[in-house]
C-alpha cells in the first residue's frame, strides 16, 4: 500500500531536548516536504527536499533542520525544541506534478 | 511560493444540501487540486484539474476552473454528515518547488 508514515504520532517534551520526527515513503517520490499546522495558521511549509541531498527552506525553517540521505526517509530534527514549535506536524511526499500524499501527523507538545 | 486562498473560511450547511467552496490563486499553473483534511488527520487527496480542462467530475464533487480569472470552485453535491472537513485548493506549479497551502475552507454538515 503507497503511504507515508511518521513516527511519533503524539510526542510530549521538554524545551531544549532535541527530538527527530521521522518520516518515510515508499512511492519512490523525489519530492517530500514537511509542514506545521497551528490553529488560524493553516498549513505552513518548514523544509522540502527535491531529491536526495537537496534540501531547502519553506516558510518557517527556524528551529528546525532536515536530512535527506537516502530518497525514502525525510527525518525532521528540532536540535533545542521551545514551546512555540508545540503544534500538529505533518510529512509528505509527491511525484512530478502530482497529488502530495500525506502522513497521519504527529502531535508535538513542547514543555 | 504559490498558494491557494480558500473562501469562505467556514461553511455551515445541513445535510443534504450542496456546498460549494472557491479558491483564488495568483500565478500560473499547471493543475490545481483540492484536498480534505479531518479533523487532526493529514490531508487526502480529492480531485486534480488541469489547466487545459475547464469542468471536472468524480462522485459527487465537481470542480471548475478559470485560468483567466486565476480562481476555481468545488462543489459537493447532496452533502452529509461525513462531508465534515476542512477543504484546501493547492494550485500546482507543475515542478516541485515551494508547495504551500492556504488555510482552508471548514465544512460543518448538519445531520
Known amino acids: 500500500e503507497a503511504q507515508v508514515t511518521q513516527n511519533p504520532r503524539y510526542l510530549i517534551t521538554v524545551t531544549g531536548k532535541k527530538l527527530t520526527v521521522t518520516c518515510s515513503q515508499n512511492?519512490?517520490?523525489?519530492?517530500m516536504s514537511w509542514y506545521r499546522q497551528d490553529p488560524g495558521l493553516g498549513l505552513r511549509q518548514i523544509y522540502y527536499?527535491?531529491?536526495?541531498?537537496?534540501?531547502d527552506k519553506g516558510d518557517v525553517p527556524e528551529g528546525y533542520k532536515v536530512s535527506r540521505k537516502e530518497k525514502r526517509n525525510f527525518p525532521l530534527i528540532l536540535e533545542s525544541p521551545s514551546p512555540n514549535q508545540t503544534s500538529l506536524y505533518f510529512c509528505?511526499?509527491?511525484?512530478?506534478?502530482?497529488?502530495?500524499?500525506f502522513g497521519p501527523g504527529t502531535r508535538l507538545t513542547v514543555l | 511560493s504559490q498558494q491557494g486562498e480558500e473562501d469562505p473560511q467556514a461553511l455551515s450547511i445541513q445535510e443534504g444540501e450542496n456546498a460549494t467552496m472557491n479558491c483564488s490563486y495568483k500565478?500560473?499553473?499547471?493543475?490545481l487540486q483540492w484536498y480534505r483534511q479531518n479533523s487532526g488527520r493529514g490531508l487526502v487527496h480529492l480531485i486534480l484539474?488541469?489547466?487545459?480542462?475547464r469542468e471536472k467530475h468524480s462522485g459527487r464533487l465537481r470542480v471548475t476552473l478559470d485560468t483567466s480569472k486565476k480562481s476555481s470552485s468545488l462543489l459537493i453535491t447532496a452533502s452529509r454528515a461525513a462531508d465534515t472537513a476542512s477543504y484546501f485548493c493547492?494550485?500546482?506549479?507543475?515542478?516541485?518547488?515551494?508547495?504551500?497551502f492556504g488555510k482552508g475552507t471548514l465544512l460543518t454538515v448538519n445531520p
Open positions: 509528505a511526499s509527491n511525484g512530478a506534478g502530482d497529488e502530495q500524499f
Open positions: 500565478t500560473s499553473i499547471n493543475n
Open positions: 484539474i488541469r489547466s487545459n480542462e
Open positions: 512511492m519512490n517520490h523525489e519530492y
Open positions: 527536499s527535491m531529491n536526495v541531498e537537496v534540501t
Open positions: 493547492h494550485p500546482h506549479p507543475g515542478s516541485n518547488y515551494k508547495l504551500t
